[in-house]
């Protein structure tokens, strides 16, 4: 995960990059803070013409493609690295769930699982991966594409900060300026596979065993070029003896006879000609150790188990010491490429759609069979520890059901009894939220005053209490002495008199809309702001639950879907489609509650400030739903007029209560 996509509080916690978080934070060019952060230099060998086509290639990539389409040696080894990579498939996580929903429809849409391993074998081969991301930088991008390493060139800074790509297909002989095309950084996903250091580019796989595929070469050409010449059984013809000397023409005369030579020809000589087939030996023999050796040095420059390659004669716990180092190589492989599809893909799409600071994971399939095996041993061994919460348990068993491929409808079919105490809690207590009456008053829900109230009123009037006084005071003490309204805090109709006059002053910003796009996509117009100020003051002044107001504010206000809105623009997904942020059937519900919050609030501090009051504290209303920001701020005590916002956030159901202090 790249640290822009990290929690401001989280960066603070790590102490990564909080400067770079904050200036992204506020729209700032993440290049230029990266240019900021950094003050090593690199070295760089660019490559200049009439334009900077940026830094040089490591070596001439069009030397380990061609060894990848002509060796199927090596086209296997990078084929079985393709297959355990992209082969278990991936999946999409995130905690919202319609930043899943765009990703996966965009990933459906360009086909991603087919350029994901054309793009990977682009990096493995060549030892990087240029993947164009189409569109300009706000849009949905239409479509993706793996570009040729071969002419693509990275641009930097002299800190490391990449600058740009350019693509030139040209002859450098007869450079050619129009036939430069440049990138953005934004325009393109690149894998550099094995880079060192500091350097721009990647060098893969096949880079590294070069030496050791020309040694083999070499040998595989001399061992078939003699097992030609064998294969063709050259013969001898030996004529005369040493006593009798045969003419050179005669031997000639008998040479142009032997080239025309078959099987079926057949010899009758004299004494003076002796034929006899040539014998080279054994040649196989002469070559075994040298060709064994240098496929030994192929399988550790791959790092390929020969096992994989079926040609390993070695017994199994060898076989899987050595799947699992592979394994755990084609792990480090998926993290390199996961970081650069989150980063450099998914952020773009989903800022392109209107949802900043979500982050969406992307996963790789199923582990493997070994690692089956040691995550179940592991699981079983914590399941048995005695300390272990039910919790955890709960968890481990869902963990297995999935590792053991067992029917997860049955699994969860056996959990719904215990699930279903739980979300009849939550029925009933959002029940009685929705149902409870207007306004929420603080203090309303406190006991009622005890009957020496009237009694004791003089007496608590006249009290003074000391160091020295030996009354517990607790709010049953003082509950003795003050009146309804000082045990209130204030008069009940004076703060319904300011929650009316909050409603009728308030311009309800958040909810008008101010141009004709805002109203098309769903914001209240002037006429219907009019009509929930009218719905809320009559709420308010017969005590109507949110559940009755939430029904006159469909009847009479009529919300309409609402749509997401950026720049004055209604913004589109892949589909091409409006952005649907809250359709109409339930913006009812959730206006009354968060107006209902902040009027209600506002009303309640006016008449704090008219009785004097000089702090308030924020209290939280806890349940299942109560979100950590409400929960951290519960029991803060503020000044009246230096309040947080209240609400907090849509549907927060928090309230401000007066402190007074007792003398």
């Known amino acids: 995960m790249a640290f822009w996509n990290k929690e401001v509080s989280d960066v ?3 102490n990564i990059y909080t400067p770079a978080l904050a200036g992204y934070k506020e729209g700032v060019s993440l290049q230029r803070l990266l240019k900021e952060q950094f003050k090593g230099e690199i070295d760089r060998k660019e490559i200049k013409f009439p334009v900077n086509l940026g830094e040089e290639h490591p070596f001439d990539f069009n030397i380990t493609d061609g060894v990848y389409r002509n060796m199927g040696f090596v086209n296997a080894v990078i084929d079985k690295f393709i297959d355990f990579i992209v082969g278990p498939g991936f999946f999409i996580t995130s905690d919202d769930d319609r930043a899943k929903e765009i990703i996966e429809n965009f990933m459906q849409d360009v086909n991603f699982d087919t350029i994901l391993r054309a793009w990977i074998k682009e990096a493995l081969i060549k030892g990087n991966g240029f993947l164009e991301i189409g569109g300009s930088k706000d849009e949905v991008p239409q479509g993706m594409k793996v570009l040729n390493a071969n002419y693509m060139y990275v641009e930097r800074d002299k800190y490391g900060v990449i600058e740009g ?16 095309i440049p990138f953005k950084p934004y325009q393109i996903a690149h894998i550099p596979f094995n880079k060192n250091a500091d350097d721009a580019y990647g060098y893969g796989v096949i880079y590294a ?3 050791t595929i020309d040694n083999l070469l070499q040998q595989q050409k001399d061992l078939h070029m003699l097992m030609n010449r064998k294969a063709n059984s050259p013969m001898h013809a030996k004529l005369g003896t040493e006593k009798t000397r045969v003419k050179k023409k005669d031997v000639d005369a008998f040479g142009e006879k032997m080239e025309f030579l078959n099987n079926k020809h057949e010899w009758a000589t004299d004494g003076l000609v002796d034929i006899k087939v ?7 023999e002469k070559f075994d150790t040298v060709l064994n050796y240098d496929i030994d040095m192929m399988f ?7 096992v994989l390659m079926g040609t390993g004669n070695i017994n199994e716990g060898i076989a899987n010491v050595q799947m699992d180092a592979f394994e755990r190589r084609i792990q480090s492989i998926q993290v390199e490429v996961e970081k650069v599809i989150e980063n450099d893909i998914f952020q773009r799409v989903l800022v392109a759609n209107g949802i900043e600071g979500t982050h969406v994971e992307f996963e790789w399939g199923k582990p493997s069979s070994l690692e089956v095996a040691k995550r179940l041993q592991v699981m079983t061994e914590v399941m048995k520890i005695p300390t272990s919460s039910p919790a955890i348990g709960k968890l481990l068993e869902k963990e297995m ?7 997860e409808a049955e699994y969860v079919e056996l959990l719904i009894a215990d699930e279903e105490e739980k979300e009849k809690y939550e029925e009933e207590e959002r029940a009685r939220e929705e149902e409870r009456k207007q306004p929420i008053v603080p203090g309303q829900n406190a006991k009622p005053p005890s009957p020496v109230l009237k009694k004791n009123e003089k007496v608590a009037k006249k009290h003074v209490c000391t160091s020295a006084c030996n009354h517990k005071h607790d709010e049953g003490f003082y509950e003795q002495f003050v009146t309804l309204k000082e045990w209130l805090g204030f008069n009940f109709s004076e703060y319904l008199d300011d929650i009316i006059l909050s409603i009728k002053d308030d311009k309800f910003k958040d909810l008008l809309g101010t141009t004709k796009t805002q109203i098309a996509a769903g914001k209240f117009s002037d006429s219907q702001v009019s009509e929930l100020k009218k719905v809320l003051e009559t709420g308010f002044k017969k005590g109507s639950s949110m559940s009755e107001m939430a029904e006159e504010v469909t009847k009479k206000v009529k919300p309409k879907d609402l749509y997401r809105i950026k720049n004055g623009k209604v913004m589109k997904g892949v589909s091409g489609l409006p952005i649907l942020s809250r359709r109409k059937e339930v913006r009812s519900i959730g206006i009354v509650r968060t107006e209902v919050t902040r009027v209600a609030n506002q009303g309640a501090v006016k008449t704090y400030i008219d009785n004097g009051i000089k702090k308030v504290q924020w209290v939280s209303s806890f349940g299942p739903r109560t979100c950590p920001e ?9 000044g009246v007029r230096e309040y947080p916002d209240i609400p907090l956030h849509a549907m927060c159901r928090c309230t401000l209560v007066p402190i007074t202090e007792v003398v």
């Open 12 to 14: 603070k916690k790590e």
């Open 401 to 407: 059901v999935k590792l053991l491929k067992l029917n």
């Open 278 to 284: 040539v014998d080279f030996g054994n040649i196989g």
């Open 300 to 306: 550790y420059a791959f790092q390929v188990p020969s």
């Open 209 to 211: 065993a070069l030496n």
């Open 165 to 180: 790509y350019n693509q030139y297909k040209g002859k450098y002989q007869n450079f050619s300026k129009s036939k430069v």
């Open 630 to 638: 409400c929960e951290a701020l519960n029991g803060k005590i503020y």
